[in-house]
Each structure stands twice: as structure tokens, then as C-alpha cells.
């Protein structure tokens, strides 16, 4: 079965120019997470939703980031306009049904912002 | 609120030797637990949860821990290092989970493991 599919594995762009991550979730898991890795702040988790419904956007970090889930396999995560500090490695989790189920995590984004 | 505490940011052992990676937790709630290891350039995988089941939990790659709620602990342990175990390894507890949603990980800080010949 494939799992969490992540793209694009590696991104370069310039301060300023917008980002778009995208993700895959398994099918049929009904949680997705997003989630960033600093090596200052750890892995911090950005976003979740529900049945494609966003239900905690707490850990966005500004206006700068959004994130959207139009259906039950595909979600972005939108940076705009990208600055240096956005400079992380990107996870995307998916988990089945609710409650307190195993994520599932992607191989990740690595974004440079120069 | 949950919280998770991993004493060590790296720990090396000798190839063979016991590996014991630590972690404590708080929670409000009783507790799932988690580890996961993340090896370079990857995701994280899950080796093993705790559900309020069984106190001894196994999980892969001969990995298991051990729920300890008078210590408010969930140390990974294995019996024997392989250079293939060199990773960074991870405890995250889980809230509960309001009414028809998923429930969300709070992390540690993590454990970078280094397995020496």
C-alpha cells in the first residue's frame, strides 16, 4: 500500500516567492496533520483536520502560512510570502478514523528559503 | 495539557551493548504513548504504542518499553545495538480527543541514537 505521499521532496526559492507543499494522506484515513522539524524548535505540529475540516490551526505560525483540504486526498500548505526563517523540513501525517490513532507520516519537504 | 520529556539529546552505545533511551511524560488525561524513529533524510516511523493495555509493550526492530505510571515514564529499551539502530528516536503522547475528531501528538524533544563498533 502506499503511504503518505509528500511533494515536492526538495524546494530552493527565494525570500519573498511563494510555496506550496502538497500532500497525499493513505486513503481512507480521515485525519491529516502538518507538521514542521527545526533543529532549534523540534517537530512542531502547524495544522490538523477532520474529514477535511480544519479543527486546530494553533501551531500556524503567522498569517503568512495557510493550509487547505478541498477532499479526502489532497492537502497544500501555502507560505506566501516565504522568508529565510520558513527554512524546515515539512512532514505531512495522515491517521485513520479518529481518536487517538498511530499517525502516519510522509518522507517530508525539505524547504530552503534563501 | 500533555507533555513529554526525553533526557539525553544523544546517547551512544556500543554495537551489542543495551540501548535505553529515556522519556517522561505528563498528562492530564490517562495516557497513550508513543515512539517513533526517524532515520536520515525520512519520515518518522512508528515503532511502538502504549494504549492502557499491556504495561510491556513490543514493537519492532526488537524494541519495546515500559509504561510506568508511578513514574510517569515510557523508557525504550532493547536487549542488543545494531549499527542499523543509529537514528533519531522519538516519545510523543497523545491528548484526548474531542468527540469525532483525531487526537493530537505532542512530542519530545528527541534522542539521537549513535551505535559505535
Known amino acids: 500500500d502506499a503511504g503518505v505521499i509528500q511533494s515536492p521532496r526538495h524546494e530552493v526559492t527565494e525570500m519573498g516567492q511563494e510555496v506550496t507543499l502538497r500532500c497525499k494522506p493513505i486513503s481512507g484515513h480521515n485525519s491529516l496533520f502538518w507538521y514542521r522539524q527545526t533543529m532549534m524548535r523540534g517537530l512542531e505540529l502547524l495544522i490538523y483536520f477532520n474529514n477535511n475540516v480544519p479543527i486546530d490551526d494553533s501551531g500556524m505560525p503567522e498569517d503568512r502560512f495557510s493550509a487547505k483540504m478541498p477532499n479526502a486526498s489532497f492537502s497544500t500548505l501555502k507560505i506566501q510570502p516565504s522568508e529565510p526563517r520558513d527554512s524546515a523540513v515539512y512532514f505531512c501525517?495522515?491517521?485513520?478514523?479518529?481518536?487517538?490513532?498511530?499517525?502516519?507520516f510522509g518522507p517530508g519537504t525539505r524547504l530552503l528559503v534563501l | 495539557a500533555q507533555s513529554v520529556t526525553q533526557l539525553g539529546s544523544h546517547v551512544s552505545v556500543s554495537e551489542g551493548a543495551l540501548v535505553l533511551l529515556r522519556c517522561n511524560y505528563s498528562s492530564s488525561v490517562p495516557p497513550y504513548l508513543f515512539w517513533y524513529v526517524q532515520y536520515p533524510n525520512q519520515g518518522l516511523q512508528l515503532l511502538l504504542k502504549?494504549?492502557?493495555?499491556?504495561?510491556l509493550v513490543k514493537g519492532i526492530n526488537g524494541f519495546e518499553a515500559e509504561f510506568k505510571k508511578s513514574e510517569t515514564s515510557f523508557h525504550l529499551t532493547k536487549p542488543s545495538a545494531h549499527m542499523s539502530d543509529a537514528a533519531e528516536y522519538f516519545c510523543?503522547?497523545?491528548?484526548?480527543?474531542?468527540?469525532?475528531?483525531?487526537?493530537?501528538?505532542?512530542f519530545g524533544t528527541g534522542t539521537r541514537l549513535q551505535v559505535t563498533l
Open positions: 502504549y494504549t492502557s493495555a499491556a504495561t
Open positions: 501525517a495522515s491517521s485513520p478514523h479518529r481518536g487517538r490513532e498511530t499517525q502516519y
Open positions: 510523543a503522547v497523545s491528548d484526548q480527543s474531542a468527540t469525532g475528531t483525531a487526537s493530537k501528538l505532542t
